[in-house]
């Protein structure tokens, strides 16, 4: 977990990193962890692609993104192509249904163990409501 400067050596800081490096020792975590993100984003491109959508992204472990545009993009040029205006009408509309996702497409979303199956079903139907509505 990266960890900026303004609570450096902070005791609350360094258990905190402490114990997240034991949960994540655990057997099987990084697994689950990239089998979650690997359905939501799956999900998310699959209901923009039945939607009409160019829309295209990936994940590696508990990191994903996502841009407007057909893909693949490998560069910043070809994220550059990317529909900002829709994504930002997307974002919106993701707001109003209640997932919070990173307000620009430059940006990475992050998954994290917390996050359930049931959260994954839920964000991948509130992206298909937004997607019809675009």
Same mark, same amino acid.
């Given at each position: 977990?990266? @960890?900026?400067? %303004?609570?450096?050596g902070?005791?609350? =800081?360094?258990?905190a990193?402490?114990? %997240?490096l034991?949960?994540l020792? @655990?057997?099987?975590t990084?697994? @689950?962890?990239?089998?979650?993100t690997?359905?939501l984003?799956?999900?998310i !491109?699959a209901?923009?692609?039945e939607?009409g *959508? =160019?829309?295209?992204?990936? *994940? ?10 057909d ?7 070809d994220?550059?192509k ?8 997307? *974002? ?5 249904r ?6 620009s @497409? ?6 994290? !163990? =917390? *996050?359930t ?14 997607f019809?509505?675009?």
């Amino acid at each position: 977990m990266y @960890q900026a400067g %303004t609570l450096s050596g902070n005791p609350l =800081a360094m258990t905190a990193g402490i114990e %997240t490096l034991k949960v994540l020792k @655990q057997p099987g975590t990084y697994e @689950q962890l990239d089998r979650m993100t690997e359905k939501l984003i799956t999900g998310i !491109l699959a209901a923009g692609k039945e939607a009409g *959508h =160019a829309v295209t992204g990936g *994940h590696i472990s508990g990191m994903f993104g996502f841009f407007f545009t057909d893909g693949p993009v490998k560069c910043f040029a070809d994220a550059a192509k990317s529909d900002t205006d829709k994504f930002a009408r997307w *974002h919106r509309g993701m707001l109003e249904r209640g997932v919070y996702l990173a307000p620009s @497409q430059y940006e990475a979303g992050f998954m994290s !163990l =917390a *996050h359930t199956e049931e959260d994954v079903e839920f964000t991948i139907a509130m992206a298909k409501e937004v997607f019809a509505t675009l």
